[in-house]
């Protein structure tokens, strides 16, 4: 059972263009899609296709199109009751295969709603395998929220916790990434940029497109105690950086209909392989596999485990000497001076509050692909 969590879900609303945007213009869409949406619901989603035993918490109420969508899906959710209505975030796409996303900031979450969230975390989690927490965070959680909602799991679990899968962005990564936190992720899935800035650099095009030097990167984050970073560069597939080792792997060529949702199914194939218990190479075989399937599907959506071809994978070994995980010095590498906006605050502990009072949304940045 893989529990995951989306503090910020999405109807997903795909326009299609007969011609190129047009802007300032009023044009016709030739096609239109909507799909439930949200790192973490599209991953429940994907993990439903492949058969897999999935839980997705989300705020929002019954009736949204989100839960309906869901519904309709066969995939299993529990909302906790919001009284607004969910985001939409808007896709569009031109002929030639150029995406242009629009995602809203989504509506306000309070403290009680997330406490709930916690709550039932709380309650499936001794019998679960991953918790996976994705998404942006909207606005009212601090954004050190995934840090401290991670400490409370552990705190109220202990040993029973699940591993835990985090796929965020911006001050939200950051955060949970702070050396010396009572738990750090089991696995992180960034792209290029996010890897950049969750080590408070700039240089996200290089990873993008140089998957060994995203690669050494990522090692620094295995050093601080994440205990593996799986990379996805578009076009250019994905790294895997694990304790034991790193691995670069790309897929046969695609025709690609939608790179939306295409991240989160990687992490869905990652999870499905890591939990089967397939070698780290295998894992992101699996990985690429899933993220190559999803960017071949229109919209958001996800693809069923026979839809994927781990067979069209090639996986190498980029031969980097092992890391030991958690071998920094907390604070050694601790890059705080390199954020700007960081937060000076002292790990979160099991007895965490959580904070609400920071209503910074941790929007994700401007990206190429998600
Ligand atoms: O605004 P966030 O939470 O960063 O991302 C939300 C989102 O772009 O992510 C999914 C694709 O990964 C979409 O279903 C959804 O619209």
């Known amino acids: 059972m893989i529990i995951t969590v989306t503090l910020n879900p999405s109807v997903d609303r795909t326009v299609d263009l007969s011609q190129p945007l047009r802007r300032g213009e009023v044009q016709r869409a030739s096609g239109t899609r909507q799909d439930p949406g949200g790192k973490g619901v599209n991953i429940s989603r994907a993990l439903t296709a492949s058969g897999e035993q999935t839980v997705a ?75 996976v927490c994705a998404g942006s965070v909207p606005p009212g959680p601090a954004p050190d929220i995934y840090a401290v909602l991670a400490a409370r799991v552990k705190g ?60 050494e990167a990522a090692q620094e984050l295995v050093a601080r105690g994440v205990g593996a970073v799986l990379c996805t560069l578009g076009g250019n597939g994905a790294v895997l950086v694990t304790p034991e080792g790193a691995w670069h792997a790309v897929h046969e060529p695609v025709t690609v209909r939608s790179t939306v949702g295409a991240g989160d199914s990687a992490l869905t194939g990652y999870l499905v392989a890591a939990q089967r218990g397939d070698v780290p190479s295998e894992c992101l075989r699996q990985a690429v596999a899933h993220g190559s399937a999803a960017a071949s599907l229109p919209g958001t959506q996800m693809p069923t485990m026979a839809q994927t071809r781990p067979d069209a994978v090639q996986v190498t070994d980029l031969g980097l000497p092992p890391v030991e995980r958690g071998s920094t010095h907390p604070g050694a590498a601790d890059d705080a001076a390199a954020s700007p906006s960081r937060t000076d605050q002292t790990p979160a502990g099991p007895d965490a509050v959580l904070d609400l009072s920071d209503g910074t949304s941790g929007a994700r940045r401007a990206e190429p692909r998600s």
Do not use: C
């Open 57 to 131: 918490l989300a705020p929002g109420d019954a009736a949204d199109p989100l839960f309906t969508g869901l519904d309709a899906a066969g995939v299993r959710y529990e909302n906790v009751p919001l009284g607004a209505p969910l985001r939409s975030n808007i896709t569009i796409t031109e002929p030639d295969g150029t995406t242009t996303k629009i995602n809203e900031p989504g509506p306000p979450v309070d403290q009680d709603t997330v406490e709930r969230i916690v709550e039932r975390i709380v309650a499936r989690g001794a019998g679960a395998s991953w918790l």
């Open 156 to 215: 109220a679990l202990g040993a029973a916790a699940p591993l835990l899968a985090l796929d965020t962005s911006g001050q939200p990564l950051y955060e949970a990434l702070t050396p010396g936190l009572p738990v750090l992720p089991d696995v992180i899935k960034p792209n290029g940029f996010e890897l950049a800035e969750s080590l408070g650099r700039t240089d996200g095009a290089v990873f993008e497109s140089d998957p060994r030097a995203a690669a």
